[in-house]
């Protein structure tokens, strides 16, 4: 499954539901998500992603690209 360009999700707070997320592409905006948990099969990021609250990757193991200019704002451990 993919997200695709300019796809804004300003209040969702939890990923849970997504698991089957493989890529989002340019200009998604994930605002107010505080945790990655539910990415766990997320594979790519595109250019200019935002995720301004998820403050740890952890459930991000699969993650293999990450776009240009993709702002994880508040992001506090890649552990």
Do not use: C, H, P, Y
């Not at 990415?39 to 740890?56: H, M, P, V, W, Y």
């Amino acid at each position: 499954m993919s997200i695709g360009g300019n796809a804004i999700f300003r209040s969702l707070k939890s990923a849970e539901g997504l698991g089957n997320l493989e890529s989002i592409e340019w200009i998604a905006e994930f605002n107010n998500l505080t945790s990655a948990e539910g990415l766990k099969n997320l594979i790519s990021i595109g250019e200019d992603a935002r995720f301004e609250s998820i403050t740890s990757a952890e459930g991000l193991e699969k993650l293999v690209n990450i776009g240009g200019d993709a702002i994880f704002r508040s992001l506090t451990s890649a552990q």
